[in-house]
């Protein structure tokens, strides 16, 4: 029985680990907890000059990578059953349910555009899955990959603080966080709200529900709306 894989192919595999080389994730990745395969996409091209982009058909601005050089990419990834995963802005938006249904299979497999994008031909053959991490613009499909492996690896059995993360982690219910509070007590004339400080448990837990509710009504009505069943 293998680790969860991310297998990443990328045009610049030196930005993986990157970021998850670091802290949580670094940590499990020495210790096999999980692993990581970058493929250089750049290996595929046919030609010296090593080609893997070019100009639109059609004419319009940037480069367009090339159907052939990705599909040989695509052709040389063995991730069992890992989905495959295109990063793109006209994908299904991640959330955390994905996360965790991700995080629960055998890995990913990640393909990273640059430039305009992939000839649409490779993606239509391939049927990857197409995933957006939110509406905005990226340079490239890169920091995507590293933010979906981020959210999957820190949900990992025995990767540390895994077992909290599935149990009470407030967006795993549909809920922004409540606000945290550490030492000192009081500053810059402002105090740790008193409730923190009792020591009542129960009353604590009330607390950090109704805040966490409270924030998502004013601040993201679109998630509280679609928390099933649990509204007022
Ligand atoms: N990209 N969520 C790759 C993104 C993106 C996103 C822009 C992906 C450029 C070539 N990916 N193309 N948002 O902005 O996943």
């Not at 009353?203 to 004013?218: C, D, F």
């Amino acid at each position: 029985m293998s680790a969860w894989t991310a297998h990443v192919l990328t045009l610049f595999p030196e930005m993986f680990p990157g970021s998850l080389g670091h802290s949580l994730a670094g940590k499990a990745l020495e210790q096999g907890l999980w692993a990581l395969e970058t493929v250089d996409i750049r290996e595929f091209a046919g030609d010296k000059h090593r080609t893997v982009d070019d100009t639109p058909f059609g004419g319009g601005p940037g480069m367009v990578m090339r159907p052939d050089v990705v599909d040989e990419a695509l052709a040389v990834v063995d991730g069992g059953d890992a989905p495959v995963i295109y990063l793109t802005p006209r994908g299904e938006p991640l959330g955390q349910q994905l996360v965790q249904n991700l995080a629960m299979g055998s890995g990913v497999v990640l393909l990273c555009g640059r430039y305009e994008g992939i000839d649409q031909r490779v993606i239509d053959l391939r049927t990857p899955r197409e995933v957006s991490i939110g509406d905005f613009v990226l340079s490239g499909g890169e920091p995507a990959a590293l933010a979906l492996i981020d959210a999957c690896v820190r949900l990992l059995p025995s990767v540390l603080g895994s077992e909290r993360s599935l149990e009470e982690e407030s967006f795993a219910d549909g809920l922004l966080e409540y606000p945290h509070y550490t030492r000192p007590a009081e500053w810059r004339g402002q105090a740790v709200p008193e409730v923190l400080l009792s020591g009542h448990h129960e009353r604590i837990r009330a607390w950090r529900t109704e805040q966490a509710e409270q924030l998502t009504k004013e601040r993201r009505p679109d998630l509280w709306s679609r928390r099933a069943g649990k509204n007022d």
